[in-house]
T-cell receptor, first 114, second 111 residues
Framework: ETGVTQSPTHLIKTRGQQVTLRCSSQSGHNTVSWYQQALGQGPQFIFQ???????GRGNFPPRFSGLQFPNYSSELNVNALELDDSALYLC?????????????FGPGTRLTVT | GEDVEQSLFLSVREGDSSVINCTYTDSSSTYLYWYKQEPGAGLQLLTYIFSNMDMKQDQRLTVLLNKKDKHLSLRIADTQTGDSAIYFC???????????FGRGTSLIVHP
């Protein structure tokens, strides 16, 4: 059974640019959540997708957007990058919508904005 | 203030017990979680407890919940160097149970 994978591992972007991060959920999981983890902080919930529809959103501006595909993989898109967007972005999949205790996290994508 | 608070650092000797403490503010919390994060890795769910429980034991891990004081603790028995990591407390409530995380406690285990 393959776990949650994310790509790329590391990414460096310039302020104002756009970025797309990718996540493949664990086999059999139909729900994907995205988190932002700034240095020295706990993860902050960005949004969740369930069967290709957004199923909840944290306190993040609209320039953070996402997609979930029919195979339940997902993308996180961030437009107009700001320096404060530098963080580890974590994806987590779960077999059931909203069941936080069954979330399985990927290793994350480290984004640096210069 | 923060919804979930933890002390930032804990240093213990190998073989001793570690106790990591956490306080939370949301009285409607349904699930309380402990996650572990090792360098360069994602989060690993260690254990969770329902809010109607006051204790849960899982091998070397013991979770204690004082719902009245909104205090959660994680005890690791016979701490090993491999337990060195950042431990996050989180609470989930409402229909989605999306966890709200603390800032994490960095556990350092020295020989």
């Amino acid at each position: 059974e393959t776990g949650v994978t994310q790509s790329p591992t590391h990414l460096i972007k310039t302020r104002g640019q756009q970025v797309t991060l990718r996540c493949s959920s664990q086999s059999g999981h139909n729900t994907v959540s995205w988190y932002q983890q700034a240095l020295g902080q706990g993860p902050q919930f960005i949004f969740q997708y369930y069967r290709e529809e957004e199923n909840g959103r944290g306190n993040f501006p609209p320039r953070f957007s996402g997609l979930q595909f029919p195979n339940y993989s997902s993308e996180l898109n961030v437009n107009a990058l700001e320096l404060d967007d530098s963080a580890l972005y974590l994806c987590a999949s779960s077999p059931t919508r909203g069941e936080g205790y069954e979330q399985y996290f990927g290793p994350g994508t480290r984004l640096t904005v210069t | 203030g923060e919804d979930v608070e933890q002390s930032l650092f804990l240093s213990v000797r190998e073989g001793d017990s570690s106790v990591i403490n956490c306080t939370y503010t949301d009285s409607s919390s349904t699930y309380l979680y402990w996650y572990k994060q090792e360098p360069g890795a994602g989060l690993q769910l260690l254990t969770y407890i329902f809010s109607n429980m006051d204790m849960k034991q899982d091998q070397r891990l013991t979770v204690l919940l004082n719902k009245k004081d909104k205090h959660l603790s994680l005890r690791i028995a016979d701490t090993q160097t491999g337990d060195s990591a950042i431990y996050f407390c989180a609470e989930g409530s409402g229909g989605s149970y999306i966890p709200t995380f603390g800032r994490g406690t960095s556990l350092i285990v020295h020989p």
